[in-house]
């Protein structure tokens, strides 16, 4: 089955600095993938489309500036969420899909993000 | 505004019974509903969906039925298992949306041997 591989798993970064999570497809290709950010007791909500080999499209209320996001291969999407802040800890998830929606985009795991 | 509301935050049931989680839309647009499992610190895990010219659709244990018209959709699990016992959310998708989906905000179910 699909499977998507997302990394790292948990980080811990100090405010101002940088943090890379990477979503990758292993066994497919997906020209779109979805990144998805989760407060505790929250829903999931979608932050942003990205596109292989164009620009991601971000949902309102979305600071592309800050989440920078990379789609440069078909197995491979980038989050760097830039000068991280406490406000921006979170819960982010990718998903990604080679089937109809009615199959169910397989999630990546997650990352647990925590900025001090 | 949530397009996607599940408005029970939590569900108890004993095992054996029946569990029924409920979720309401309001985007006419929704075309298809999926429903999702969830642990903590882990990614949603697909379940069960349902396109919207159908109004029920069974996958063993799970049942997912659509009321169009109410603009309701809810997941029946039957007979229900303790490790069944995580948050369930329900999400919708448009055909127009190319693959968004907009999630509800969870129900925790939990199972009690």
């Known amino acids: 089955g699909a499977v998507v591989s997302q990394h790292p798993s948990w980080v811990i970064c100090k405010s101002g600095t940088s943090v890379k999570i990477e979503c990758r497809s292993l066994d497919f290709q997906a020209t779109t993938m979805f990144w998805y950010r989760q407060f505790p007791k929250q829903s999931l909500m979608l932050m942003a489309t990205?596109?292989?080999?164009?620009?991601?499209?971000?949902e309102q209320g979305v600071e592309k500036d800050k989440f920078l996001i990379n789609h440069a291969s078909l197995t491979l999407s980038t989050l760097t969420v830039t000068s991280a802040h406490p406000e921006d800890s979170s819960f982010y998830i990718c998903s990604a899909s080679r089937q109809a929606v009615l199959r169910g985009y397989t999630f990546g795991s997650g990352t647990r993000l925590t900025v001090v | 505004d949530q397009q996607v509301k599940q408005n029970s935050p939590s569900l108890s049931v004993q095992e054996g019974r029946i569990s029924i989680l409920n979720c309401d839309y309001t985007n006419s647009m929704f075309d298809y509903f999926l429903w999702y499992k969830k642990y903590p610190a882990e990614g949603p895990t697909f379940l069960i969906s349902i396109s919207s010219i159908k109004d029920k659709n069974e996958d063993g244990r799970f049942t997912v039925f659509l009321n169009k018209s109410a603009k309701h959709l809810s997941l029946h699990i039957v007979p229900s298992q303790p490790g069944d016992s995580a948050v369930y959310f329900c999400?919708?998708?448009?055909?127009?949306?190319?693959?968004?989906?907009?999630f509800g905000q969870g129900t925790i179910l939990t199972v009690h041997p």
């Open positions: 999400a919708a998708s448009a055909s127009t949306s190319y693959g968004k989906l907009t």
């Open positions: 990205s596109n292989e080999g164009s620009k991601a499209t971000y």
